[in-house]
């Protein structure tokens, strides 16, 4: 194995996983902050319509209609009055002076009945139509609250690999550097042996050159017998 590279490599795979979990960390937290957001926006009371003057004004309307008391009943079909102009105001500020005829009085309560239905229907209407946005709209927050959950809780899922893969890397970058701790002592008792080894050549060297030179001697002294031996062969064959 190739120790420096491949320290290298964990090293790099660590630092990797550092900024990945750098990243999901802060992922998490925007998708907690945007969690808490949609959860606050869900409860704050000036998010929903409040409908009560609305209702107020149609319950005034129901009341003058019940005031108005038509002598048979009236019914309005397909009517577009929406609010009183101008000439019945006028009309029914002179009726309430007394200056109108009987007939004339008929007329303008039937008028101001018809307004009175008109207004009713259309406030039911609106309220209809505004519930139905409060409805949609609470329905949307809900969703939009699910949503964030669910960002928070995939975050938190990327955020605990991205932790799995720190842990991972760490664990390569301790094997790797073990590893290497383990090769530098062998080769330091490598380097051991080879000093012990060194010095038991050097000994076997030296007995070598003390061998050497006993021989040496040796084979002189042996010369030398030999040529006594030799002298005295000649003596003795005289």
């Known amino acids: 194995m190739n120790e420096p590279t491949e320290l290298a490599r964990a090293q790099q795979a660590l630092d990797e996983a550092n900024a990945t979990v750098e990243q999901a960390e802060q992922a998490l937290q925007q998708a907690i902050t945007l969690h808490e957001q949609m959860q606050a926006v869900g409860a ?100 939009e609250q699910h949503v964030a959950a669910s960002l928070v809780t995939l975050r938190q899922q990327q955020l605990d690999i991205a932790r799995q893969q720190q842990a991972e890397a760490q664990s390569w970058v301790q094997a790797v550097m073990t590893a290497i701790e383990q090769c530098q002592q062998h080769v330091d008792r490598v380097k051991q042996d080879i000093v012990h080894h060194q010095q038991e050549l050097d000994r076997a060297d030296q007995l070598l050159a003390h061998e050497r030179r006993d021989i040496t001697r040796l084979l002189a002294h042996l010369q030398i017998v030999k040529m006594k031996m030799i002298a005295l062969d000649s003596n003795f064959s005289q």
């Open 44 to 143: 704050n009371p000036n998010a929903h319509v409040d409908l009560t003057m609305l209702q107020n004004y149609r319950r005034v309307m129901q009341q003058m209609l019940e005031r108005i008391h038509l002598p048979a009943p009236l019914v309005v079909a397909g009517s577009e009055t929406m609010l009183p102009s101008t000439n019945l105001f006028e009309r029914l500020r002179l009726w309430f002076r007394g200056d109108r005829s009987d007939d004339d009085l008929l007329r303008e309560r039937h008028e101001l009945a018809v307004i009175c239905q008109d207004m009713i229907a259309t406030i039911d209407q609106i309220d209809q139509q505004v519930t139905q946005m409060v409805q949609t709209y609470e329905t949307n927050q809900q969703q």
